[in-house]
């Protein structure tokens, strides 16, 4: 085999791996949210509740705020014990899933289980309640 395609085939395996291994909290959640409404599925759930504790991640370990928005929005902020923003992530990757019906914005404080409650409306899977 080439020792250039060698190589670029090790450059491209190390940087998915990297790409991987350092995502942010938002995307973690989603993740998460992913996984429960695909239990939801295989177990024909009518209701499902997800735990996720960001400092799980390392990436999350004080105080934190996440929003979920009816447009499809989730945005985590990292906080010290200060109060003051660290770190921020946002994606939008969990609304192929769910559906928000309404606006969550929760202050929790350092880790804590955010506790996301899943119910299927119509067919569609949506966020019931956060706490």
């Excluded at 996720?52 to 945005?75: M, N, R, W």
């Amino acid at each position: 085999m080439n020792l250039r395609l060698v190589r670029g085939l090790g450059l491209l395996a190390t940087v998915l791996f990297l790409t991987g291994c350092f995502t942010d909290a938002a995307t973690r959640l989603a993740y998460d949210i992913e996984s429960g409404v695909n239990r939801m599925n295989r177990q024909n759930e009518a209701r499902h509740s997800i735990r996720h504790t960001p400092a799980e991640s390392s990436e999350c370990a004080g105080p934190y705020t996440v929003q979920f928005d009816k447009v499809g929005a989730l945005i985590v902020w990292c906080k010290d014990t200060a109060g003051n923003i660290v770190a921020s992530g946002s994606t939008s990757y969990h609304a192929r899933f769910i559906d928000t019906p309404t606006i969550y914005i929760l202050d929790k404080p350092a880790g804590s289980i955010l506790t996301i409650d899943l119910e299927r409306r119509a067919g569609r899977v949506v966020v019931a309640d956060v706490h």
